[in-house]
């Protein structure tokens, strides 16, 4: 019954069309008008709904109505982003750039044995005839060196790179100015043998 209603439902329409057109070629009897095939196909068009709806099978009616519950679900799981850890070489650019930054401000690197700031810095002169170790800060400023360091630097331009640099204190002792040198971030510069060591400062 439900392939009838099916067939019903395909042929009325063109059936119907064709009635309109001439409904002897649709009708049969004496009484063929558009009006009468009109009815009887529309009718029939109408009723192969019915029928359809009443005689589908099980499978067809389930197949017609979606079932929210059947629907399979499909579980998200949370995407995690990584979080990037940095590589050592990534670690040493840091500590490198922080260093520098640090020595072009004039901030004090290392005070565990040095005191900054500080009136005066470097060794007192014993002798006349003391040599001097210079320690420089290339391209530094000098009134941020004076407040964070040492109040006594000069400017200069060393005579041994040419380069104009801040000069911060002088040691009669390398290591000892080897060591001022790191804890402000600067350089050791040639060694002089001055006669006083406000001359080496003045000079060098």
């Not at 079932?67 to 499909?74: K, Q």
């Not at 044995?113 to 210079?134: I, L, R, V, Y």
């Not at 040492?150 to 002088?170: E, G, I, P, Y």
Request: overall charge positive; proline content about 6%; aromatic content about 8%.
């Amino acid at each position: 019954m439900f392939g009838f209603a099916i067939i019903l439902f395909l042929v009325s329409p063109v059936a119907f069309l064709a009635g309109l057109v001439n409904p002897k070629w649709v009708l049969l009897g004496k009484n063929r008008t558009r009006l009468k095939s009109s009815a009887v196909y529309s009718g029939a068009f109408v009723a192969s709904f019915v029928i359809a709806g009443l005689t589908a099978p099980p499978q067809a009616k389930n197949a017609s109505v979606p079932n929210p519950s059947a629907s399979p679900s499909v579980a998200v799981s949370p995407v995690v982003a990584a979080s990037p850890q940095p590589t050592i070489q990534a670690q040493a650019v840091k500590q490198v750039s922080l260093t520098s930054s640090s020595v072009a401000s004039g901030v004090p690197q290392n005070q565990s044995q040095f005191a900054f700031p500080k009136a005066t810095c470097g060794d007192k002169s014993t002798s006349a005839n003391d040599t001097w170790h210079p320690v420089f800060v290339d391209g530094g400023d000098l009134e941020t060196l004076r407040r964070n360091f040492c109040a006594d630097a000069t400017s200069t331009v060393r005579k041994d790179s040419k380069v104009k640099s801040v000069q911060l204190a002088s040691f009669t002792s390398r290591e000892r100015a080897t060591e001022f040198a790191k804890a402000v971030g600067g350089d050791v510069g040639q060694l002089r043998s001055c006669t006083w060591k406000v001359e080496c400062i003045i000079r060098d």
